[in-house]
Every structure is written in C-alpha cells, then in structure tokens.
C-alpha cells in the first residue's frame, strides 16, 4: 500500500523524480517504461499522420491559391518553395510540388500579359478597320456628290436643248402646214412675196452686223475703259470670293459630316468596350463568389475532418488511458500480491 501512495503522488508531484520510484522498487520502473513507449508509440503514430495527410492535402490542391489558404497549408508551402530556391541538390518531393506551383502562377501571369496584349490589338485594330471604313465611305460620298451633279447639269442641258429642237420642229411644221393649205397665188403676187421676203431677210442680215458692230464696239470700248475694267475685275473677284465662300462651306458641311460619323463610330466603339468590360465584371465577381464559395466549403470541410479526427483522437486517448489504467490496476495488483507473498 506504500508503493502505491508514493507511486500516486510522485504522478500528482512533480517534484519527485522517477529515480527514487525506481530505486524503490524495479517492478515501478518496468511499468514506467511501458506506459512511456505506449505514450510515445500513440503520439508519434497521430503526429506522422496528421501530416502526412496535410502534405498530400497539400499537394493534391496546389493549384487553388483559395484552397491552400482555406487549409492553412500556405505558410509551410511558401516556406518550403523559399528553402527550395537556395537549394542547389536533388529536390524532394515537397520542393518540386513548390517548384510546380510558382512555374503554375508564372504561366498564369504570362497568359494574363498574352490577353492584356490581345485585347489591345484588337482594339487598335477596330480603330483602324473603322478609319478605313470611314475614309472609304467619305471618299465615296464625295464622288457620288460629284457625279449626282454632273448628271443633274448633263439632264438639264439635254431638255434644253430638247426644247429648243422640239420648238424649231413646231414651227417648221406649222409653216409647212399653212404653205400647204395656202391658195396658189400667180406669178406677180409670188414675185412681191418673194422681193418682200429677201428685203426681210436683208434687214435681218443687216440687223444681226449692226449688232455685231455694236458688240465688237462695246468689248473695245470696256478693254479700252479703266473704270469698266475696274469694275469687271471686282465682279469677277466678287464672283471668286463667293465660289470660295461656297467651296468652303461645302467642306465644312462635308467636315460636320465626317465628325458627325465618327464620334457615331466611337459612341458605338465606347458601348461595345462597356458592354465587354461589364460582362468581364462579372465573370470576374461570379469567379470570385465561386471562389470564395468553394473556399468556405473547403474550409467547412477541413473543420469538420479536424474535429472528427479530434473526437477519434480523444476517443483513442481514452482508450488508451483506461487501458493504462487497466494496466497498472493490473501490475499493482500483481505487486500487492508478491508483497504479501513476502511478507507471508
């Protein structure tokens, strides 16, 4: 019975060392040596696997930054891809799963750098495919402007001049008709016709000179007269400054034109860039939420394994602990009954 107070109070002191219960009696230090590689064996076999599970977990998610960091894993795998840079051996297993993981997020961000520069060009590319366009409609316009006029001046000379022929046929026909439903006349009344008709003509001759004359007179007179040449040369600098006021106000209209589709063009090129940026937003934010989604279920997960492993763990230690207990019930018995035996 003092064996066993002194062996419960040397557990309940600690400043009773395990030497003077072992010089005390050898059966105590046999027990005692049972019990740690119990206690050794239970822990080292929980600890190794314990992290060997971590380490596949690990490995098994290298590629979900969320998921590493959900399962508290980040800091040993940043610390051992740290020790794995300075390294200059054979790289372990853990150091080539780091060394994957960093080669995985340089080929993420180069592929990122790739996109960035696709999305670029192609916007380069629609201004200049739109400039083009836009060129090639003006240049078109411009021409059509031009030959709508052309046609409309050729349309109008023609009905002139198909007026003018279409009066001339009138009139022939007219003096036909009325020759043709003349009386005959004799031959005196034909030849005063006739003289009447030459003095007619004759008149009209002398007529059409005399204007002629006065034509030919008048331009001598202006080429002669300062002040007419004077003010011809204004009218017809007159006339300049309005054809130039009328040219250039036929290109700004051609200019408001131009502006008018291009910032058309770029209202569109603006919606269009708006449009794709909102849709990437909000990729990009479901991305997230699945991320974060996933991660929160990762990490559900993860607690919910812990703490089964805690409970499997606390249901072991109990195991254990009563078969320990069970154990030294049993040796103290067994020491009890050799006691006795001596003492008997």
Known sequence: MATASTLFSSISNPKITAENLFCRNASLKTLLCLLAGICCTFSAKFSGSTLQEAMSYA??????????????????????ARKASQKTGPLSQAEKNAQRIRDYWIRQDFANEIEQYAKDHEKDLF???????????????????????????????LD???????????????????????????????????????????????????????????????????????????????????????????????????DKEEALYADM??????????????????????DAKYGGYIKDQMQQKRLEKQKVLREKETDAEIRVRSLFCICMDDILIGENYKIC
């Open 59 to 80: 490995i098994k998610n290298q590629t979900n930054p969320l998921t590493i960091s959900a399962t508290g894993y980040a800091p040993y795998i940043e610390a051992r």
């Open 127 to 157: 201004r200049n495919r739109w400039e083009c366009a836009a060129d090639k409609k003006g240049l078109y316009s411009r021409v059509q402007w031009e030959m709508d006029k052309i046609n409309d001046q050729m349309d109008h000379e």
């Open 160 to 258: 002139k001049r198909r007026n003018r022929l279409s009066e001339l046929l009138k009139s022939e026909e007219d003096a036909l008709m009325k020759e043709s439903f003349a009386p005959k006349e004799d031959p005196e009344s034909r030849h005063e016709r006739m003289l009447s008709r030459y003095k007619e003509l004759r008149m009209q001759k002398e007529e059409e000179r005399v204007k002629v004359a006065e034509e030919k007179k008048e331009q001598q007179f202006k080429r002669n007269c300062e002040e007419l040449r004077t003010l011809m040369s204004r009218k017809i600098a007159t006339e300049i400054a309005e054809e130039g006021r009328k040219a250039r106000y036929e290109k700004m209209c051609d200019a408001k034109e131009r």
């Open 269 to 290: 090129w603006l919606r269009d860039a708006e449009a794709k940026k909102e849709k990437e937003d909000r990729d990009e934010k479901e991305k997230k939420r699945h």
